[in-house]
């Protein structure tokens, strides 16, 4: 059964994220550069929050006064769910399809080392199954004497 860690090998290793005094307005920037759909909120080493665009767009609404200035923190989600490299895709699946969430970030000994978007997840789930498929139509072809 693959693992986190699988997936994150097929992935390029660089986590974007935003010190917690960033503006919004710097999150979003950085969100629109890279064509991300969330960024880990850190102070100093630790993640304290995730900032996404469905946060953007579900707490802006609420709010009468909102600037793009304000810091990031005041929209981000917090606290963090995660997951750590041990466990298993269908693990991610389950917490993301369960708690409503897109992205979910990797910790490692309480270190980010990580991010995942259900698009990951789907990715790495249908080129697996894609696999075994594959396998089994070879081996489908095999004769014995």
């Known amino acids: 059964m693959a693992a986190v860690k699988d997936?994150?090998?097929?992935?390029?290793?660089?986590?974007?994220?935003?010190p917690v005094t960033a503006?919004?307005?710097?999150?979003?920037?950085?969100?629109?550069?890279?064509?991300?759909?969330?960024?880990?909120?850190?102070?100093g080493e630790k993640i304290v929050g995730i900032f996404s665009e469905r946060d953007f767009a579900r707490n802006a609404a609420d709010r009468q006064n909102l600037s793009l200035n304000d810091p990031v923190s005041s929209l981000m989600s917090h606290p963090?769910?995660?997951?750590?490299?041990?466990?298993?895709?269908?693990?991610?699946?389950?917490?993301?399809?369960?708690?409503?969430?897109r992205h979910l970030p990797v910790l490692e000994n309480e270190k980010l080392i990580g991010m995942i978007s259900i698009g990951?997840?789907?990715?790495?789930?249908?080129?697996?199954?894609?696999?075994?498929?594959?396998s089994l139509e070879y081996f489908k072809g095999l004769h014995t004497i």
């Not at 503006?23 to 102070?43: C, F, H, N, T």
């Not at 995660?82 to 969430?101: D, N, S």
């Open 23 to 43: 503006s919004i307005r710097e999150a979003l920037q950085l969100m629109a550069k890279w064509k991300i759909g969330a960024l880990p909120v850190m102070d």
């Open 80 to 101: 963090v769910l995660y997951v750590m490299p041990e466990q298993t895709i269908e693990e991610c699946m389950a917490v993301m399809t369960a708690k409503h969430l």
């Open 120 to 134: 990951d997840v789907v990715k790495f789930m249908l080129a697996e199954k894609q696999s075994t498929i594959n």
């Open 7 to 18: 997936m994150l090998k097929e992935k390029d290793g660089v986590v974007y994220s935003v």
